[in-house]
């Protein structure tokens, strides 16, 4: 194995000083050579990509560095895909096209005709198509498992872009922190107060100023249940916070919301796939570059751009 890897490298070498002569290799993963010009084909046809594959080609504009680094990990998520059984065969690759005229309502001669009017053959396209699927596995079959997503995030999310509906509608677990509103001197000392309970709460320790507080668990509390400044209140703080001083009758309040729940409206339950969706693309983002990151040590790679 090394003597092959250090031919390739020779290669690469040799290569790149004689570039005027032939194709430079920009490129190398274990015994897979890339050469400049397929960089360049790549960066040619990325308009075509995006559609077809944008979860892979997520820009159309990637310099030959970016593009290297997509192949090299295309490499290594067909070579994983192997290695558990998992191969896209040539007849799937041909199902899924036919799949695609059918829902766009085109034969074969249109299908080419749209490609070529792209600048990517039919070859091409048949291989992306094989590329775009094996990435579909890929993060079905290796991300996703590693990917959680909770009901409070998914609640959290929705409420995120839907805060000015007036209609969506809390349910809480609430302990209310009082002392008196006079304790509190300055707009600063009302805005650490939540700061300073935080503090108590974790580690039982609080100025000695502050030595009046009481709590009250107010239980469980629903936004019908209180006046409509508290409920904005309560809305606006997230579970396990505290929230912002409400200061009435002489008495200031910090509610700590131990537990927050979205009273499911049928506008969420339309809307809470489409959420589990965008959070699962956002999380696999990131767990599949820490994935990437450990895996790529298992290859031999060499950059030559």
Not at 24 to 51: A, W
Not at 102 to 119: A, G, H, P, Y
Not at 176 to 185: G, K, M
Not at 219 to 226: P, T, W
């Amino acid at each position: 194995m090394f003597k092959k890897i250090f031919t390739i490298y020779i290669l690469a070498i040799s290569l790149n000083t004689e570039a005027k002569l032939l194709d430079k290799v920009s490129g190398v993963i274990n015994d897979k050579v890339f050469t400049l010009s397929e960089l360049t084909r790549v960066n040619e046809t990325l308009d075509i990509r995006t559609e077809i594959a944008p979860f892979i080609y997520k820009s159309k504009k990637l310099n030959n560095t970016e593009i290297l680094n997509l192949l090299q990990k295309e490499f290594i998520i067909k070579d994983k895909l192997s290695e558990l059984g998992f191969v896209i065969s040539d007849d799937a690759v041909e199902s899924r096209i036919i799949e695609t005229e059918r829902s766009l309502n085109l034969n074969r001669e249109e299908l080419l005709v749209f490609l070529n009017s792209k600048n990517i053959g039919f070859n091409e396209y048949f291989e992306l198509i094989r590329q775009a699927m094996e990435y579909s596995v890929f993060q079905r079959r290796i991300i996703g498992p590693l990917v959680t997503i909770t009901d409070q995030e998914i609640k959290n999310y929705y409420y995120k872009q839907n805060s000015n509906n007036k209609a969506l509608s809390f349910k809480y677990k609430v302990i209310d922190f009082t002392i008196p509103s006079n304790q509190l001197i300055t707009k600063e000392d009302i805005d650490n107060f939540p700061k300073i309970l935080e503090t108590y709460r974790t580690t039982g320790t609080i100025p000695s100023i502050y030595s009046e507080i009481d709590t009250l668990d107010l239980g469980d509390v629903s936004d019908e249940d209180v006046s409509q400044d508290l409920s904005i209140i309560l809305k606006k703080t997230d579970e396990s916070s505290f929230s912002t001083v409400y200061i009435k009758e002489g008495i200031a309040h910090s509610f700590y919301v131990k537990k927050k729940d979205l009273v499911e409206s049928s506008d969420f339950l339309k809307k809470r796939n489409y959420i589990y969706n965008e959070i699962f693309l956002k999380k696999s983002d990131s767990i599949a570059q820490n994935w990437f990151s450990r895996e790529i040590l298992n290859y031999y790679i060499l950059n030559n751009l």
